[in-house]
Nanobody
């Protein structure tokens, strides 16, 4: 069992940066692939980025490559999503999720545990 809590969302102007954090509790956190997803109003939840249990591999949605960076610190049971050069189309609720799955799995169904989400709003 893993409990996830996201933080770090907020309102930022286009071109700005935010760093999201996903803090986990549970002794097996380091075993899980962690993914970040987002959901904008009226849209389906979509994959953003994922990282392998040991941090050795990462995978990104094409539209965030070069702007977002996912990382993890297993000693702190925390995963980060550094978001730079933000665009209005990045506005959404961002969720982190944990699963015993491939680090390239982009399907929400592949992840077993979810946080409550944090709002990111990018103004133009």
């Amino acid at each position: 069992q893993v409990q996830l809590v996201e933080s770090g969302g907020g309102l930022v102007q286009a071109g700005g940066s935010l760093r999201l954090s996903c803090a986990a509790s549970g002794r097996t956190f380091s075993s899980y692939t962690i993914g970040w997803f987002r959901q904008a109003p009226g849209k389906e939840r979509e994959f953003v980025a994922a990282i392998r249990w040991n941090g050795a591999n990462t995978y990104y949605k094409d539209s965030v490559k070069g702007r977002f960076t996912i990382s993890r610190d297993n000693a702190k049971s925390t995963v980060y999503l550094q978001m730079n050069s933000l665009k209005p189309e990045d506005t959404a609720v961002y969720y982190c999720a944990a699963g015993v799955t491939s680090w390239s799995n982009t399907s929400p169904g592949g992840y077993n545990y979810w946080g409550q989400g944090t709002q990111v709003t990018v103004s133009s």
